[in-house]
T-cell receptor, first 112, second 111 residues
Framework: ETGVTQSPTHLIKTRGQQVTLRCSSQ?????VSWYQQALGQGPQFIFQ???????GRGNFPPRFSGLQFPNYSSELNVNALELDDSALYLC???????????FGPGTRLTVL | QKEVEQNSGPLSVPEGAIASLNCTYS??????FFWYRQYSGKSPELIMS??SNGDKEDGRFTAQLNKASQYVSLLIRDSQPSDSATYLC???????????WGAGTKLIIKP
């Protein structure tokens, strides 16, 4: 059984650029949650997708957007990158909304 | 403001001893509680989930939940150097099943 995968592993962008991060959920999981984790902090919830619909959003501006595909994989898009967007971006999948969440390895984004 | 609080540590424990990690949460209606372990530079790894008051044991790990006092704890018996990591507490506080996370407690097991 394949776990949660994310791509790319690392990414360096400059301020103002746009970025797309990808996540493949674990087999049998229909829910994907995205988190931003700054150094020394706990994960901050960005948004969650359940069966291709957004199921809630954290305190992030509209330039953070996402979608979920029919195979339940997901993308996180960030427009107009800012220096403070530099962080580890984590994707987690779960078998249902209330299920345990399993994380991918994360994408380390650096904005210069 | 929905919050999950953890002592940031570091918590230093001798090898072979019991490590006790604590977490408090603000929403009395919370239903689901999770402990994750995160090694430096890696993503969080699920250790245990707990949903009912009382203790839940899995190998060397025991999660304890007290909803009346709004705290959840994780005990690690026979601590090993490989247990050295940051331990994150996550709580589901609303009907949308979104997790609220603590900032984590850094645990150091000294040989």
């Amino acid at each position: 059984e394949t776990g949660v995968t994310q791509s790319p592993t690392h990414l360096i962008k400059t301020r103002g650029q746009q970025v797309t991060l990808r996540c493949s959920s674990q087999s049998g999981h229909n829910t994907v949650s995205w988190y931003q984790q700054a150094l020394g902090q706990g994960p901050q919830f960005i948004f969650q997708y359940y069966r291709e619909e957004e199921n809630g959003r954290g305190n992030f501006p509209p330039r953070f957007s996402g979608l979920q595909f029919p195979n339940y994989s997901s993308e996180l898009n960030v427009n107009a990158l800012e220096l403070d967007d530099s962080a580890l971006y984590l994707c987690a999948s779960s078998p249902e909304l209330a299920g345990e969440q399993y994380f991918g390895p994360g994408t380390r984004l650096t904005v210069l | 403001q929905k919050e999950v609080e953890q002592n940031s540590g570091p918590l230093s424990v001798p090898e072979g001893a019991i490590a006790s990690l604590n977490c408090t949460y603000s929403d009395r209606g919370s239903q689901s509680f999770f402990w994750y372990r995160q090694y430096s530079g890696k993503s969080p790894e699920l250790i245990m989930s707990i949903y009912s008051n009382g203790d839940k044991e899995d190998g060397r790990f025991t999660a304890q939940l007290n909803k009346a006092s709004q705290y959840v704890s994780l005990l690690i018996r026979d601590s090993q150097p490989s247990d050295s990591a940051t331990y994150l507490c996550a709580v589901n506080m609303d009907s949308n099943y979104q997790l609220i996370w603590g900032a984590g407690t850094k645990l150091i097991i000294k040989p």
